[in-house]
């Protein structure tokens, strides 16, 4: 196998992981920015609707570095997904997979799966549930938190800050009960 | 234009995001189901190079490529993180996202997680409302 062929697999979780972990030194040394990303979504609030809020009135335009970062992202994935993407569908652990066919998901052709992430269900309860609700707990949380998985998980423990502990712990437990308890209940009445 | 580095920088975070399949809600549903090792591997060896760079940039005090000093500011603790935390992570399960995986579904294609994104701002728009009446 080539390189290329090599890059256009799926990457084993080490190169991903030790990828993942670049962004940290990249940040830093490009502008001793520290990596982190949620906080793009309240510099969004900040230029767009701050509506007189102590929270959104700071300089955000000295934190623009985050938005384009952010935007780089969108087009880094965008790359990814067109041009170096072999086709072909997800491997799926095969306990998860009992799990996925009682949540009546059949399709596994992409990173995501089509019978949720899919326009014609916007309007629809799972559209509710799995854009606007889901969205939305993760926009709160986050900026409860003071960070996500960027910010608090990777920047905070990188630099062995132990609320980023107690934040991941908690990003975890939230996780667990979510994907064991709700997410089964929601198909359940969804469906 | 002094951005323009930040957006090569979230290109290729962006490449390895998608390559390394952590945008995938699958891998997240695999990872809280205890069914499969990918997404801790990745995250524990993010972690541990992340770790073992700021390290050597200490340990060295390296500078920016601009020469300035490097100096990262401390997280402080406040209750946020737990209570916070915790609704991100049922936020997480169910949008197989965090913020930066937000992003890159999009981009991957997924254009409808645009709603899953506008929700994320609202919520961070109505956190950002109550903020003052939570538990800090």
């Known amino acids: ?191 | 234009m002094k951005n323009m580095k930040y957006l090569l920088a979230g290109i290729y975070f962006g490449i390895v995001l998608v390559k390394s399949q952590v945008i995938s809600w699958f891998r997240i549903q695999e990872m809280f189901q205890l069914t499969s090792f990918h997404m801790y591997g990745v995250i524990g060896t993010a972690v541990i190079t992340g770790m073992i760079a700021v390290q050597l940039i200490r340990r060295f005090g390296i500078k920016t490529f601009e020469g300035a000093p490097i100096s990262i500011e401390p997280k402080q603790f406040d209750k946020g993180q737990i209570f916070g935390g915790i609704i991100f992570g049922l936020g997480w399960a169910i949008t197989g996202a965090c913020p930066g995986p937000l992003f890159a579904q999009i981009g991957s294609g997924f254009t409808v997680v645009l709603i899953t994104l506008l929700s994320a701002i609202a919520g961070t728009w109505v956190y950002g409302l109550v903020e003052k009446k939570l538990p800090h």
Request: net charge positive.
């Open chain 1, 1 to 191: 196998m080539t390189l290329l062929q090599a890059m256009l697999q799926p990457w084993h979780w080490a190169i991903g992981g030790f990828l993942i972990g670049l962004t940290v030194p990249l940040l830093l040394l490009l502008g001793n920015k520290a990596f982190g990303i949620s906080s793009s979504l309240r510099h969004i609030c900040a230029a767009c609707f701050p509506a007189d809020i102590s929270f959104f009135k700071y300089d955000w335009k000295a934190q623009k570095w985050n938005l384009f970062f952010a935007g780089g992202i969108l087009i880094g994935a965008f790359i990814a997904a067109h041009w170096m993407q072999g086709n072909g569908e997800m491997e799926i652990a095969a306990a998860t997979k009992v799990k996925l066919e009682q949540y009546h998901l059949h399709n596994y052709q992409g990173l995501l799966p089509h019978e949720i992430f899919n326009w014609s269900n916007v309007f629809t309860g799972k559209g509710l549930v799995f854009f606007v609700i889901g969205g939305f707990l993760v926009g709160f949380g986050t900026r409860y938190a003071g960070g996500c998985t960027s910010g608090h998980s990777i920047m905070g423990l990188s630099n062995l800050q132990w609320p980023s502990l107690v934040a991941t712990i908690c990003f975890m437990a939230g996780g667990f009960l979510s994907a064991n308890v709700i997410v089964p209940w929601l198909f359940s009445i969804l469906n």
